[in-house]
């Protein structure tokens, strides 16, 4: 796991990379094609971004 991350800067960085990755992983998928697992991956991912915000609000 990596370290933890407690100063508010570094908590916006990384939150806004993940989110980031989220708009690539949405863009790159074609909606004609998708299948559940590309559905349950974005599902993962945002679910994911709402565990840290949840974090990072209590820290």
Same mark, same amino acid.
């Given at each position: !796991?990596?370290?933890?991350?407690?100063d $508010?800067?570094?908590?916006?960085?990384?939150? $806004? #990379?993940?989110?980031s990755m989220? !708009?690539?992983?949405?863009?790159?998928?074609?909606?004609?094609?998708a299948?559940?697992?590309?559905?349950?991956?974005?599902?993962? !991912?945002?679910?994911?971004?709402?565990? $840290?915000?949840? #974090?990072f609000? $209590?820290?």
């Amino acid at each position: !796991m990596g370290k933890a991350i407690y100063d $508010k800067d570094s908590q916006m960085t990384y939150l $806004k #990379q993940r989110l980031s990755m989220f !708009m690539e992983v949405l863009d790159s998928i074609d909606p004609e094609h998708a299948e559940l697992d590309d559905i349950d991956r974005l599902i993962s !991912m945002i679910d994911d971004l709402e565990t $840290k915000c949840e #974090q990072f609000k $209590k820290s």
